[in-house]
């Protein structure tokens, strides 16, 4: 079975710290994708990074970095010089396969709060 | 439009009703889905339309849940007789395939069961 563990429930900083989220996943399957999601209070869910099982290297965008270690089944998510807009319920999830985006596993969610 | 519309954007329904929700997809989106968003159960996935295939409906909680998508379009989620369990925010997304592209997701519809 697949699971998405993400323990961090809620992070308080304030703006220009750096923060990062953890996310831990659990699959038997050697083929898969792991993504990253943020849905601000309006709602919708914004996708933010897709990176699959056979591609280790770590990805910076802009603020926004990502840590792929299979070794530790970790996908963590790292925002330098948090901003208030960065706060926002942010998901970690998995898919099996080659499915791409037909069925997602969640993890919970991590809701971050920015203080100017 | 330019997005992925769901509506209404709030439902409040006695229970034991029934409920139509829809999901205007991106056009040219092949791949539609739908997902729900609970305190209890967090982001669950419902169901997966794919162009004409059939439907991928292992999500679906239980058999008075059930979709359809018209024309490869617009998509219409129905839960029948709704308990109280059904409170959700239910979201739905498309995709212009099913794998391997980007999929843009809806804001949702609040549903509370009363």
Do not use: M
């Not at chain 2, 889905?33 to 609970?38: D, E, I, V």
């Amino acid at each position: 079975a697949q699971k998405v563990t993400q323990a961090q429930t809620e992070i308080s900083v304030v703006e220009k710290e750096d923060v990062t989220l953890d996310c831990v996943y659990e699959t038997r399957d050697t083929t898969y994708y792991l993504f990253w999601y943020k849905q601000p209070p309006s709602g919708e869910l914004v996708f933010l990074i897709r990176r699959n099982s056979f591609d280790e290297q770590n990805e910076i965008s802009g603020r926004y970095s990502w840590n792929f270690q299979k070794s530790t089944s970790s996908f963590n998510f790292t925002i330098t010089a948090s901003q208030v807009v960065d706060s926002a319920v942010y998901f970690c999830a998995l898919s099996k396969g080659n499915t791409g985006f037909q069925k997602l596993v969640f993890g919970t969610g991590t809701r971050l709060l920015v203080s100017p | 439009g330019a997005g992925v519309s769901q509506s209404p954007s709030n439902k409040v329904t006695e229970k034991g009703k029934d409920v139509e929700l829809r999901c205007d997809p991106i056009s040219g989106h092949t791949a539609l889905y739908w997902y729900r968003q609970s305190l209890g159960q967090g982001l669950e996935f419902l169901i997966y339309f794919q162009g004409n295939s059939a439907p991928d409906k292992s999500g679906l909680p239980s058999d008075r849940f059930s979709a359809e998508r018209t024309g490869g379009s617009v998509s219409t989620l129905t839960i029948q007789r709704t308990q109280q369990e059904d409170s959700a925010v239910y979201l739905c997304a498309s995709s212009l395939l099913a794998g391997g592209t980007e999929a843009f997701f809806g804001q949702g519809t609040r549903l509370t069961v009363v």
